[in-house]
């Protein structure tokens, strides 16, 4: 018999709130069973809850988090979902590498107007000392 979890041991596991929980539930991303007016989770929404944030983490989009989740589902042999994940994580990795470089110009050109400004202060101060 597969581990049950409440809501509550699931939030300590990972470290989120409830509330998150709740959310991915309502968006059809977790199915926990309900006993009375409590959630059950299975080993099953615990995996998905743990790819589901590592997938946020890394900065994927829900939908692509739900669309990757459904890979698992769709093919038992996990070749499909293990090429599709490769792939997408490949885009992820060249818009964090064209982000990195963007980041590299702002800061390139934020040292040089930092320089400029700092010859243009050193400039008013000797000017002030003359006077």
Do not use: C, N
Not at 24 to 36: F, S, V, W
Not at 68 to 96: F, H, N, S
């Amino acid at each position: 018999m597969s581990k049950q979890y409440t809501i509550s041991d699931l939030a300590e596991m990972y470290d989120t709130t409830t509330r998150t929980i709740r959310y991915y539930e309502e968006l059809g991303l977790l199915q926990p069973k309900r006993i009375g007016g409590r959630r059950i989770y299975s080993d099953r929404d615990r995996v998905r809850l743990k790819l589901i944030l590592r997938g946020r983490r890394l900065g994927f989009r829900l939908d692509e988090i739900r669309e990757m989740l459904e890979w698992y589902d769709l093919d038992p042999t996990e070749v499909y979902q293990l090429r599709e994940v490769i792939r997408k994580g490949d885009e992820k990795l060249a818009q964090i590498d064209e982000q990195i470089r963007d980041l590299q110009a702002v800061r390139e050109e934020l040292l040089e107007l930092r320089d400029h400004m700092q010859r243009l202060l050193d400039e008013k101060t000797r000017e002030g000392e003359k006077s």
